[in-house]
């Protein structure tokens, strides 16, 4: 279809002339129809056209593509013509300009096989012409062969393989250049439309040209690089990375089956040691008893609780072991400062004496020596040292007096050396007068005590331990209990507790322990006066004389002072009754040196009233 631009016909899908012109043709071709379409015809040498008749030696030489018959606008096929140089050397055919196909001849056939032409050119007799089967349908604008039968005009050229590509690395061979009397031809040879200047090969025997210096390589796409024949590369995966071969993945399979084996073997193993253990504990079938037991709870208790008192009070709680020539005990004491003093008492450290050894037990395990600072028999108190400790935690001193009866209590001790042992009950009296000790016949060391009693279970080796109220704080120390077998209440029999204790006031025991630290001593208050401890009635009666002779009321003592004579029965200290000289004693040294006191006096069957201030003796 002729659309007023001339179609470039492609060599595959134009179709080619059914014959050429005789020997005697003209190099001309000329056009059978003007502005037709016809096919390009090869024209033979200038020099001359080789064949029978010619008068020119059959020589070999370039054939020539001429033009189309139909004129320099008609549309067709370039025509291959012989070659110009009329010599027998080997030659290019030229393109001549195309041919239509009406004006060629019909009755000398063309070898489709061949580029050469038959007989057309005298090169050899004419072959008889191949018939081939008509197509199955007429050509389109496009001369495109149907499917499925081939081409009418010519068959597709071989496939040629390139060389075999060099190994990798190497460098790739040069090719050879072409002859020097080959021309080479360019793209534009076989475009439709005249041949440029530089496409006309010169002919045979001329000088050849120079041929213009190359042009510097230009650098090319890499779609350009692309080489059909090359070894096709490994696949690429979708992330741009290369695909593993086979024997990679092959590899990594087998690892990973390994690994996989081996973790399902440790999680066997440990699922089968779960078991196992399991088994063991609960027995391997049949009945199983699992008795049901209640899940775990915090261990923080209330603060009040006896638990929470205990918590805080064991780590300044500490077991005595004293050791002396003649004989040994256990007690306990608690820390009073930073500085290593510990408060006991006077029954435990005694056995010492002056050579003995005192070794001090912290709730934490470890232990110290310790010395004696100070003690007194009277109040049956003492204060020992520990030196070059660390970490010590004293212990809350409470108020006694804000104590009542009923109040909870705990008491901490180390009772027949079972150190760190906790106990509770409640403050069952108070102002208890006990006297504890005289088992040396002097009764000098009887400790006179106007004291907490408690059901709290203390036994021996509770002695010198702090007795708690509810916030953890010392109220008391444990110094005595009334005991079943011999009533003595010293503390010193093993018949056990039987609910009947009794403790330091720690108001009393403050007082004694700071003297005692300070001094190495402690002060006794006194009224000045001797009592006579064999009057069996109400009260206590001031004797007729003292221990050595002298008058029983002291001159210039704060009982004369106050008008006491002899024979003076005192039956109320401060508006409590006492029914003996033993709790006057005790009613005196539950107060300080300085104090003053309301005594009521019986005389001649007649009361009366006494204030006296309290005197001051050292170990009395």
């Given at each position: 279809m002729d659309e007023g631009t001339p179609t470039k016909a492609k060599w595959w899908s134009r179709p080619r002339p059914r014959g050429v012109s005789g020997p005697g043709a003209s190099d001309t071709p000329t056009p059978a129809t003007t502005?037709?379409?016809?096919?390009?015809?090869?024209?033979?040498?200038?020099?001359?056209?080789?064949?029978?008749?010619?008068?020119?030696?059959?020589?070999?030489?370039?054939?020539?593509l001429g033009a189309p018959l139909g004129g320099a606008n008609s549309e067709g096929d370039y025509e291959l013509t012989a070659p110009r140089d009329s010599s027998a050397a080997e030659g290019d055919f030229a393109l001549a300009r195309p041919v239509p196909a009406a004006a060629l001849p019909t009755d000398t056939p063309v070898d489709d096989r061949s580029t050469e032409p038959v007989d057309a050119v005298g090169q050899g007799p004419a072959e008889p012409a191949t018939v081939r089967p008509e197509p199955a349908h007429g050509s389109d604008s496009t001369s495109t062969p149907p499917y499925g039968v081939p081409g009418p005009w010519a068959p597709a050229p071989p496939v040629q393989h390139p060389a075999t590509a060099p190994a990798h690395g190497a460098a790739i061979p040069t090719p050879p250049p072409p002859p020097a009397?080959?021309?080479?031809?360019?793209?534009?040879?076989v475009t439709s439309g005249p041949p440029e200047d530089h496409d006309v090969p010169a002919p045979h025997g001329s000088p050849t040209p120079t041929p213009p210096e190359a042009p510097p390589p230009v650098p090319r796409a890499p779609w350009q690089n692309y080489d059909p024949w090359a070894p096709v590369p490994a696949p690429l995966q979708q992330t741009g990375a290369a695909v593993d071969a086979k024997d990679t993945r092959r590899r990594r399979a087998r690892r990973a089956l390994l690994a996989g084996a081996l973790l399902l073997a440790l999680v066997a193993g440990g699922v089968g040691g779960v078991v196992g253990a399991y088994l063991e504990?609960?027995?391997?079938?049949?009945?199983?008893?699992?008795?049901?037991q209640a899940?775990?709870?915090?261990?923080?208790?209330?603060?009040d609780s006896v638990a929470g008192i205990a918590a805080r009070a064991l780590p300044s709680v500490v077991t005595l072991h004293v050791s002396g020539a003649e004989e040994s005990g256990t007690g306990t004491g608690f820390v009073l400062d930073d500085r290593g003093h510990i408060l006991t008492n006077n029954h435990v450290v005694e056995p010492a004496g002056t050579d003995g050894e005192i070794s001090v037990t912290f709730h934490s395990g470890d232990t110290a020596k310790?010395?004696?600072?100070?003690?007194?028999?009277?109040?049956?108190?003492?204060?020992v040292e520990v030196s070059d400790v660390r970490g010590l935690k004293p212990m809350t001193l409470g108020n006694s007096d804000n104590v009542q009866v009923g109040d909870p209590v705990v008491?901490?001790?180390?009772?027949?050396?079972?150190?760190?042992t906790v106990t509770s009950g409640i403050i069952s009296a108070k102002e208890r007068p006990i006297t504890a000790g005289g088992e040396s016949g002097g009764g000098t060391d009887v400790s006179y005590v106007d004291a907490l009693q408690t059901d709290a279970p203390i036994n021996p080796g509770n002695s010198g331990g702090p007795l708690l109220d509810s916030r953890a704080r010392v109220v008391g120390i444990n110094s005595a209990i009334r005991s079943a077998d011999d009533g003595s209440g010293s503390g010193t029999g093993q018949a056990g507790s039987i609910g009947l204790g009794f403790a330091i006031p720690v108001n009393q025991a403050k007082r004694v322990a700071e003297e005692l630290?300070?001094?190495?001593?402690?002060?006794?208050?006194?009224?000045?006066v001797t009592l006579d401890m064999d009057y069996m009635g109400d009260g206590a009666r001031v004797g007729t004389k003292s221990s050595d002779g002298g008058p029983a009321v002291t001159e210039g003592g704060p009982g004369d002072r106050a008008g006491l004579e002899a024979g003076d029965v005192i039956t109320e200290v401060d508006g409590r009754r006492i029914h003996s000289g033993d709790e006057l004693i005790v009613k005196t040294r539950a107060h300080r040196p300085g104090d003053r006191l309301e005594l009521t006096v019986e005389r001649d069957g007649r009361e009366k009233s006494v204030s006296l201030v309290l005197g001051s003796s050292d170990g009395d």
């Open positions: 502005g037709s379409d016809g096919d390009f015809v090869l024209r033979a040498p200038e020099d001359g056209v080789p064949g029978a008749g010619s008068g020119v030696p059959e020589a070999e030489g370039d054939f020539e009397h080959a021309t080479p031809v360019t793209r534009d040879t504990r609960n027995g391997a079938g049949g009945d199983v008893v699992e008795l049901p899940a775990e709870e915090p261990r923080g208790r209330a603060p310790a010395t004696v600072v100070g003690r007194d028999s009277g109040y049956d108190l003492a204060v008491a901490i001790g180390a009772p027949f050396d079972l150190e760190g630290i300070n001094t190495g001593k402690a002060t006794h208050p006194v009224i000045g």
